[in-house]
């Protein structure tokens, strides 16, 4: 008895149906996460329906979590772009909990398509991957990186004429990247961010992260939509982390036989190890598997030369920089794309023969002479027997023969002991619970530094950066929480964060 009453206390009240919001009014329920709730609302007067956002009780008692809330909504608010979800109010309801207005989208999510269709057709899957990169873009140039692209991120709704229009959700993890954001939470290193299939190497290791994040987020994407399989899956995430880390994704038109090896470049180029391989824009990156797809027949127009003002490559506070060889390998784009001024170094375009020209010149080497000769007025035209001469076969030369691979002994992970912090302390990685202390716990086996962190009841979020080249203790000293007097639950108030919207909460 107790312990269902107990139960009941830890569920959230759902909004009823006529309840006042702000100026609207809730009919139902939309759907729940892990972090809140969403409901439909309708202003009583003018009828506009809309969407509302309420955030979990547990979080709205949390001022980071609050935060991060608030940091969503003025995220989409400095980007103003027409295919990010708009946030148009913020309040407190009576019990405490937060929430946000924002624009009532009729469709389905991205990923719901995925599951429905498998894949997508690649004229598209274009479309719709043109307008999430515009609004990409558009972020990087406020200064704002996403960091959580994925397509359960991705809403597809609909236009006047009944055509999908892409809208970009969830900013909730996004971080601005300009010195000062005007907000008391900062996202930290080490701190639990992003989705495992979707995640950039540098992201799984927990450092620090910009746009170019995004870029390898959105190649994975490109790859999901065309082949309808991850490029890295596993039974469990540190696996995925650890091939994100250290493996090539095999190329996309090995799951499906209708795309090329350019288009194989293009999401290869996206999805670089070292983000200063990768794209610098998006934009830079569309138009390259745009030109891809529509050499290879795929029914891709090329509709980059509208790309939206706010979408400019000019995005000076992280603006990548050159890079001319990376060993002995030239770090540029895939052939036959061009990119701005400030991209990677490009080599010399081959010219393109067409088609015809080609056809051509393959009928006169094999040979084919047709002679038509005429005798006269009334004469009749006589073909003699065509003149056909084989070209000698061709003599290739046997393969070379492959040296037997010798496996590698050395185990691709090592065992880490963690010792130093309470029993039972929890251990992340790249944003996943990896295990608790003191362990043992499982990391990749690489020699550049990965950042865990750990998290105990009463004791202060801490993060250090290991090394997991071999097993190993790690002693790390956590402090504990101040008392802060009272003993209660503190309720975040107006000196803990900033409104956003401006005026009183």
Same mark, same amino acid.
């Not at 750990?454 to 097993?471: C, M, N, Q, W």
């Given at each position: 008895m107790s312990a269902t009453t107990t139960e009941t206390t830890l569920v959230d009240p759902d909004l009823a149906a006529g309840e006042r919001v702000g100026e609207y009014e809730v009919e139902g329920k939309l759907g729940q996460g892990a972090f809140g709730t969403v409901f439909k609302a309708v202003h009583p007067l003018i009828g506009k329906v809309v969407a509302i956002k309420v955030l979990a009780r547990k979080f709205s008692v949390d001022p980071e979590m609050v935060s991060r809330f608030i940091a969503?909504?003025?995220?989409?608010?400095?980007?103003?772009?027409?295919?990010?979800?708009?946030?148009?109010?913020?309040? #407190?309801?009576?019990?405490?909990?937060?929430?946000?207005?924002? !624009?009532?989208?009729?469709?389905?999510?991205?990923?719901? &398509?995925?599951?429905?269709?498998?894949?997508? /057709?690649?004229?598209?899957?274009?479309?719709?991957?043109?307008?999430?990169?515009?609004?990409?873009?558009?972020?990087?140039?406020?200064?704002?990186?996403?960091?959580?692209?994925?397509?359960?991120?991705?809403?597809?709704?609909?236009?006047?004429d009944g055509g999908l229009f892409p809208k970009l959700l969830d900013f909730g993890i996004a971080k601005l990247m300009a010195p000062e954001d005007g907000l008391k939470h900062k996202t930290r290193t080490g701190a639990p961010m992003g989705t495992p299939y979707y995640m950039s190497p540098e992201q799984c290791r927990g450092k620090d992260v910009d746009h170019r994040t995004d870029i390898y987020a959105f190649g994975v994407l490109v790859y999901v939509m065309l082949t309808g399989v991850y490029p890295f899956d596993a039974d469990d995430y540190m696996s995925i982390l650890m091939k994100q880390i250290t493996e090539e994704p095999s190329a996309p038109s090995t799951h499906?036989?209708?795309?090329?090896?350019?288009?194989?470049?293009?999401?290869?180029?996206? &999805?670089?190890?070292?983000?200063?391989?990768? /794209? /610098?824009?998006?934009?830079?990156? &569309?138009?390259?598997? !745009?030109?891809?797809?529509?050499?290879?027949?795929?029914?891709?127009?090329?509709? #980059?030369?509208?790309w939206d003002v706010s979408s400019s490559p000019s995005i000076k506070p992280y603006e990548t920089q050159p890079v001319h060889t990376s060993g002995a390998r030239l770090t540029t784009p895939p052939r036959g794309v061009e990119t701005p001024e400030h991209a990677l170094p490009t080599a010399p375009r081959r010219s393109r023969v067409p088609l015809f020209a080609i056809g051509a010149l393959a009928a006169a080497a094999i040979g084919v002479v047709v002679v038509m000769v005429t005798r006269g007025g009334d004469e009749k035209a006589k073909d003699p027997a065509p003149i056909v001469t084989t070209p000698p076969p061709v003599m290739l030369a046997p393969p070379p023969k492959q040296p037997v691979a010798t496996p590698d002994p050395t185990p691709q992970t090592v065992i880490i002991t963690i010792a130093g912090v309470p029993e039972g302390t929890e251990v992340f990685a790249g944003g996943m619970t990896i295990g608790a202390a003191p362990g043992p716990v499982q990391l990749p086996r690489?020699?550049?530094? &990965?950042?865990?962190?750990?998290?105990?009841?009463?004791?202060? /979020?801490?993060?250090? #950066?290991?090394?997991?080249?071999? !097993?190993? #203790?790690l002693t790390v000293k956590l402090k504990k929480k101040s008392g802060g007097g009272g003993g209660g639950t503190k309720r975040p108030g107006k000196d803990d964060i900033e409104n956003p919207f401006g005026g009183k909460k």
């Open positions: 969503e909504a003025r995220a989409v608010n400095q980007i103003r772009h027409r295919h990010i979800i708009d946030i148009f109010s913020f309040g #407190t309801l009576d019990d405490g909990r937060q929430y946000y207005v924002m !624009e009532y989208l009729d469709g389905e999510p991205l990923d719901v &398509m995925l599951d429905r269709e498998q894949r997508i /057709p690649v004229g598209e899957a274009l479309s719709i991957l043109r307008s999430i990169a515009k609004a990409l873009d558009a972020a990087h140039a406020k200064g704002i990186a996403h960091r959580d692209l994925k397509a359960e991120n991705v809403f597809l709704g609909r236009d006047s499906n036989a209708d795309l090329t090896p350019g288009i194989d470049d293009v999401v290869s180029w996206m &999805m670089r190890k070292d983000p200063a391989e990768r /794209p /610098p824009d998006l934009r830079s990156a &569309m138009k390259a598997l !745009e030109e891809a797809a529509s050499s290879a027949g795929l029914s891709a127009s090329l509709q #980059t030369a509208g690489i020699a550049e530094g &990965m950042v865990l962190t750990f998290k105990a009841d009463g004791y202060l /979020p801490t993060s250090t #950066t290991v090394v997991p080249d071999r !097993e190993q #203790t």
